[in-house]
């Protein structure tokens, strides 16, 4: 089958196979040509297959040649259906693993389900003994609880109605948009999808199990962003979300003494979960600009690769003054926020190819399905049908 990019607005609904294992061996051969010390051996990745977890797993196996179990919700292809990229890329790293002999098994399922939980703690009983790294990198649009409640993640203001300028996706025009402050339910709803409470399932089910090394680390990713965008991520509901996490990083630390709760503030990147909410693309494309002029942009990969090399590596652990590691420290330097804000207020239709990285943001887009890859062929037949090898 012929793959070409099916784009609506935020989401792509096809993938290409090829090229999402381009996208996996690019990111191998970046984090290969680090030096990572102190690495861990054994670690087990929740939201694995896709953006910041699945750099977090390249550069666990590639990095630090650790042993890698991921946990992930993809679909596989099913007719003229192709399957998610997270499938492809998980299938690719997976054969990539091996030609390392590194050890890499996948669980496809909900890792919000009990089941998914006992299922990982089976495998690393069976194949491991114990996991020394614990990274939590969901992004996910519901929850169904232990009580068999589901709960839905909204991206909402917390107070007022918040406008601002924002990038139209379907034609690269600059737009007014307004987003609503949350109704009833949908502010603890967030915080039960992105917050904490699932984190800490995951870490009581690991120590009752006795699966986790003495001294295990574990890491939750979040986000904090500028004053700019404050009403819809760090004040809105998924602000408030995140909020419940750090406090669940604080809290997993005092239930635990042999155990490093952390969470890591990451940089804005385009993600398949980061393109969905409102305002925020805009504020990426010019973010990209200016970083890329500056010389210090980052993708998911050399973020993560710096977190385990400069951080995580360290006796004692760098953090701010509420025990986050910071790796959103070049983002939010003033040199970076006084250019951005400085394009933010004169960007409009006309001028948003030259002001922002309109062009870099879609690349990390497309690049997210598999597309826009020099190198790969796209007018060739190919076969959609991937089996990830630990899932065969
Ligand atoms: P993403 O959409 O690329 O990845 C989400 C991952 O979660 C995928 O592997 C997916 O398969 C998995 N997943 C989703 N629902 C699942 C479920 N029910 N069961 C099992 N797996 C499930 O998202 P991302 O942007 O990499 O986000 C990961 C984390 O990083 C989030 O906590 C996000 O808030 C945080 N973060 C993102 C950014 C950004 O700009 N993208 C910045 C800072 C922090």
Same mark, same amino acid.
Request: aromatic residues 10%.
């Given at each position: /089958?012929?793959?070409?990019?099916?784009?609506?607005?935020? &989401?792509?609904?096809?993938?290409?196979?090829?090229?999402?294992?381009?996208?996996?061996?690019?990111? &191998?051969?970046?984090?290969?040509?680090?030096?990572?010390?102190?690495?861990?051996?054994?670690?087990?990745? &929740?939201?694995?297959?896709?953006?910041?977890?699945?750099?977090?797993?390249?550069?666990?196996?590639?990095?630090?040649?650790?042993?890698?179990?991921?946990?992930?919700?993809?679909?596989?292809?099913?007719?003229?259906?192709?399957?998610?990229?997270?499938?492809?890329?998980?299938?690719?790293?997976? $054969?990539?693993?091996?030609?390392?002999?590194?050890?890499?098994?996948?669980?496809?399922?909900?890792?919000?389900?009990?089941?998914?939980?006992?299922?990982? !703690?089976?495998?690393?009983?069976?194949?491991?003994?114990?996991?020394?790294?614990?990274?939590?990198?969901?992004?996910?649009?519901?929850?169904?609880?232990?009580?068999?409640?589901?709960?839905?993640?909204?991206?909402?203001?917390?107070?007022?109605?918040?406008?601002?300028?924002?990038?139209?996706?379907?034609?690269?025009?600059?737009?007014?948009?307004?987003?609503?402050?949350?109704?009833?339910? $949908?502010?603890?709803?967030?915080?039960?999808? /992105?917050?904490?409470?699932?984190?800490?399932?995951?870490?009581?089910?690991?120590?009752?199990?006795?699966?986790?090394?003495?001294?295990?680390?574990?890491?939750? +990713?979040?986000?904090?962003?500028?004053?700019?965008?404050?009403?819809? +991520?760090?004040?809105?509901?998924?602000?408030?979300?995140?909020?419940?996490?750090?406090?669940?990083?604080?809290?997993?630390?005092?239930?635990?003494?042999?155990?490093?709760?952390? &969470?890591?503030?990451?940089?804005?990147?385009?993600?398949?979960?980061?393109?969905?909410?409102?305002?925020?693309?805009?504020?990426?494309? !010019?973010?990209?600009?200016? /970083?890329?002029?500056?010389?210090?942009?980052?993708?998911?990969?050399?973020?993560?690769? #710096?977190?385990?090399?400069?951080?995580?590596?360290?006796?004692?652990?760098?953090?701010?003054?509420?025990? #986050?590691?910071?790796?959103?420290?070049?983002?939010?330097?003033?040199?970076?926020?006084?250019?951005?804000?400085?394009?933010?207020?004169?960007?409009?239709?006309?001028?948003?190819?030259?002001?922002?990285?309109?062009?870099?943001?879609?690349?990390?887009?497309?690049? /997210?399905?598999?597309?826009?890859?020099?190198?790969?062929?796209?007018?060739?037949?190919?076969?959609?049908?991937?089996? !990830?090898?630990?899932?065969?």
């Amino acid at each position: /089958m012929i793959v070409e990019p099916k784009v609506r607005e935020f &989401i792509c609904t096809t993938a290409h196979p090829e090229g999402c294992r381009e996208n996996v061996r690019n990111q &191998i051969a970046y984090v290969k040509a680090q030096k990572i010390d102190g690495a861990p051996k054994k670690v087990l990745i &929740i939201g694995s297959s896709t953006g910041y977890g699945l750099a977090s797993r390249i550069t666990a196996a590639f990095g630090c040649h650790a042993a890698t179990l991921g946990i992930m919700f993809e679909k596989a292809a099913a007719g003229k259906r192709t399957a998610t990229p997270g499938w492809y890329n998980t299938a690719a790293f997976e $054969e990539e693993a091996a030609k390392e002999g590194l050890y890499a098994k996948t669980i496809n399922g909900d890792a919000f389900s009990k089941e998914v939980k006992e299922q990982a !703690i089976a495998m690393i009983q069976k194949d491991l003994g114990k996991v020394d790294l614990v990274i939590y990198s969901l992004a996910a649009p519901r929850r169904t609880d232990a009580q068999g409640k589901t709960w839905v993640s909204s991206l909402k203001t917390t107070d007022q109605p918040f406008t601002e300028k924002s990038l139209d996706l379907k034609n690269n025009t600059i737009v007014t948009k307004t987003v609503e402050p949350a109704q009833e339910g $949908e502010l603890e709803g967030t915080i039960k999808v /992105m917050g904490g409470e699932d984190w800490m399932d995951w870490m009581d089910a690991l120590k009752a199990a006795d699966v986790l090394e003495k001294d295990a680390v574990t890491v939750a +990713y979040s986000y904090i962003g500028p004053e700019l965008t404050y009403p819809i +991520y760090f004040d809105g509901t998924i602000g408030q979300a995140k909020k419940h996490l750090t406090k669940t990083a604080h809290e997993i630390n005092e239930k635990y003494s042999d155990v490093q709760a952390y &969470i890591s503030v990451n940089k804005a990147l385009v993600t398949q979960a980061s393109a969905a909410i409102p305002i925020v693309p805009l504020y990426f494309a !010019i973010l990209y600009k200016v /970083m890329k002029k500056q010389g210090n942009h980052e993708g998911c990969i050399e973020q993560i690769t #710096r977190l385990f090399k400069d951080r995580l590596s360290q006796e004692n652990v760098p953090v701010d003054e509420e025990g #986050r590691i910071r790796m959103d420290d070049w983002e939010l330097s003033e040199s970076v926020q006084k250019e951005v804000m400085e394009c933010w207020e004169k960007v409009t239709t006309e001028n948003v190819g030259e002001i922002s990285d309109i062009e870099g943001y879609w690349e990390d887009f497309y690049h /997210m399905f598999g597309f826009h890859f020099d190198d790969i062929d796209y007018t060739k037949d190919i076969d959609v049908e991937v089996k !990830i090898p630990s899932l065969a």
